[in-house]
């Protein structure tokens, strides 16, 4: 299982937010390219990077930043936020990101999101869902999760066969340190055998790692846990071996 610490930008700054609510943000004094740095030194092979300001902007606000940081990192970079075409791709993509993150897009534009399954190939892109659990459904949230979609995971999921990368959050559990939903991960790796899962939202302690695995999520995105200081990165990569 591959461990991806995260890093969340507003204005260039690191922050957390609160089941990502901008009005509940945590800030950090660590810059990005020092954490990044740290992350490398501690034996981390990528890290996952969220421009906010572009999430809700529904446009991207810090991708010369993002280029800055992949060209100097000694990882490999999956970045978020604000990614809503062929050219925001690409620039990415050609300042050294190793995987482009697509979320509303997908939602909003099922077309628009497999032509760049087709362009780009499904080895460079990663479809993220952010869901909310409603009863017995996970439905999907958009544009940094302000808006419903009124779609579930799985109806959007059959939209992209090509899909092998897909990042999931429980919204509920972002930020939270409640623990990852792990019923909600086993149920989409059983329906879903053929896609790379991350599982995001809620990781806690290094025993949330080992039970992601167990349950066969291929990737684990966590946070706010290592910001917080309740592990380090060379533990979590332990934790996920």
Known sequence: MILYPAIDLIDGRCVRLAQGDFARE?????????????????????????DLDGAK??????????????KGARLKLQVAGGVRSAAHVATLLDAGVARVVVGSLAVNDPPAFAALL?????????????????GNHAIVATHGWTEESGQTLDHVLKLFPAVRHLLVTDISRDGMLSGPNLPLIEAIVDTWPSIALQASGGVATLRDLPHLKRVGAAGAIVGKALWEGRFTVRQALHASR
Request: no cysteine; glycine share 4%; aromatic share 8%.
């Open 57 to 70: 902007a529904k446009e991207p606000r810090q991708h010369e930043l993002l280029a800055r940081l992949a």
């Open 118 to 134: 087709e362009q780009f190939g499904p080895d460079r892109l990663t479809l993220a869902l952010d869901v909310r659990i409603q």
């Open 26 to 50: 945590t800030r950090y004094d660590e810059e990005p390219a020092a954490a990044l740095a740290r992350f490398a030194d501690e034996g981390a092979a990528w890290a996952h990077i969220v």
